[in-house]
């Protein structure tokens, strides 16, 4: 599955990300890839869950105990205040990822705030009332560590990798930052022409365009049909008021998660997080929550883009995160259009040799999710790839998958959650993203019941979603490109 409408709108937020993993980052590429949400369902992963029980003063803990397969699994704690953090022993490497996940996104906008949970990602590693603006950036980068952040539409996390003795301090920033950003108005003035550009790039990629786009008409009047970056208008007309106010309201503990993954001693790290964020005040608010997905409206348009070749897009509604179909809808689109051997490229790339690339992706997100197919391809084949996609999805509906197609399809499920999880910094993403929109337990058993998925049900789900008369149609043409 990927995150829906991101830049990463593909299930790349369902394989851990691919559930946008978050998604969906590095240098610009993860700029663009924090529109992950940037980041969706998260992969699946095969986690552990063990419980120690312990307390400290003001920052108390109380234990969440269930059973734990394996001694290395993820532990989850709660603290006095509400705060969950997991924490997982990682000794791969002597590293931490310590990640800050919040519940605000760009479903938490009003339209007069649209783009305010990217713009604040921005900000927050600029300075605190205890850290002036840069000395984040010198503290993480002088001892060889990195730092970066993603928005999605269900919402925006913070991650520091570091050597794993900067446990302490790496967690004393980041509550830091969680609650005492400065957000300085100068600062802020800056970093409009940052993101400024990264709206030009996303612009100025088809692909990324094609996405947006898509997704703006599957979701067409919800929170989830808005660009996750905003506009141009209201980022060029933001205010600090604005900002600190949407700010103050979202970051409290109530919607505060932390992950800590690594070479450390679980013990001091619980201690450390109930010293820090465990001290935060709760504000006794609850987070809204996400609207039922608007009644889907066909649509077909067509767009100028510069370049030689078209873009094609088309999208069908699915189901959210937490249902049952979930696991059969992501070996759906992995065969169909998920790797070289799968239906859609060998049919239209390989046979015909209508397009240059073609895929599919499943974004399943908190409160609804959606089937995309895209392709690049020459102008004049534009109509002929469009019916032979539909002709692919046909023969799913009507004849099924083989054993063989399903059998790779799992086997691909398989291999991307252990490449995936394979790093600290990667196990922390997926946990995180499960504590935040999902549940880790949920997570733990999503790879197995990727293994119980049927033949059957890949074609009941075909049926039941990618309706070949009702879809939304997209194309980006170059100027003067065939139609």
């Known amino acids: 599955m990927c995150p829906a409408g991101s830049d990463r709108v593909a299930r790349q937020n369902a394989r851990p990300p691919s559930k946008g993993r978050t998604d969906e980052a590095k240098a610009k590429d993860a700029c663009r ?16 869950l063990v419980a120690l029980a312990m307390s ?27 705060i969950p953090v ?8 002597d590293v931490v990822a310590l990640q800050l996940w919040v519940r605000a996104g760009a479903r938490d906008e009003s339209a007069a705030e649209l783009g305010l949970a990217h713009y604040l990602e921005h900000m927050l590693f600029r300075g605190t009332t205890s850290r002036p603006s840069g000395f984040v950036e010198r ?35 980041l509550a830091d930052i969680a609650v005492n950003a400065t957000l300085d108005a100068d600062v802020l003035e800056k970093e409009k022409e940052v993101v400024l550009e990264e709206m030009r790039l996303g612009d100025d990629n088809p692909r990324r365009r094609l996405g947006r786009q898509l997704y703006t008409h599957l979701f067409e009047g919800h929170p989830y049909g808005r660009q996750v970056i905003g506009t141009p208008e209201l980022v060029q007309g933001l205010t600090r008021d604005t900002l600190a106010s949407f700010y103050r309201r979202h970051y ?9 993954v690594g070479a450390v001693d679980p013990q001091q790290v619980l201690a450390t997080a109930g010293a820090t964020f465990g001290r935060l005040p709760r504000r006794g608010v609850a987070r809204l929550p996400v609207a039922p997905p608007p009644a889907f409206r066909p649509r077909r348009q067509q767009l100028t883009h510069p370049g030689t070749h078209a873009h094609l897009g ?45 895929g599919a992706s499943f974004s399943a997100l908190e409160g609804a999710g959606g089937v995309t197919v895209s392709a690049q391809l020459p102008p004049a084949n534009l109509e002929r790839a469009e019916t032979q996609i539909l002709a692919e999805i046909r023969r799913v509906r009507d004849a099924g998958v083989t054993d063989a197609e399903l059998r790779r399809a799992i086997t691909a499920a398989e291999a991307a959650h252990e490449f995936e999880t394979e790093t600290a910094e990667g196990r922390a993403t997926a946990l995180g993203r499960a504590e935040t929109i999902w549940t880790i337990e949920d997570e733990q058993a999503y790879v197995n019941r990727i ?30 490109g065939a139609r």
């Open 56 to 82: 400290w003063g003001c920052g108390a803990v109380r234990t969440v105990t269930r059973p734990a397969p394996t001694a290395t699994g993820p532990t989850r704690h709660v603290l006095a205040n509400g």
């Open 33 to 48: 890839d924090r529109l992950l949400g940037l980041m969706v369902r998260m992969a699946p992963l095969t986690l552990a």
């Open 252 to 260: 409290i503990p109530e919607a505060f998660a932390v992950v800590v």
């Open 86 to 93: 997991i924490v997982q022993e990682h000794r791969g490497s």
């Open 451 to 480: 293994r119980s998925v049927t033949a059957t049900q890949v074609r009941a789900v075909a049926r039941r979603y990618l309706d070949p008369e009702r879809y939304t149609r997209l194309a980006l043409l170059p100027p003067g």
């Open 139 to 173: 503290d993480v980068e002088g001892v060889g560590g990195r730092m970066n952040a993603g928005t999605s539409w269900d919402y925006t996390f913070y991650y520091v990798t570091l050597p794993a003795r900067r446990v302490v301090p790496g967690l004393e920033m």
């Open 314 to 358: 088309m999208a069908w509604p699915a189901t959210r995160l937490d249902h049952a179909d979930t696991p059969a809808l992501d070996l759906l689109v992995s065969i169909l259009g998920g790797s070289r051997s799968s239906r859609l490229v060998q049919a239209l790339r390989e046979r015909d040799g209508l397009v240059v690339s073609v």
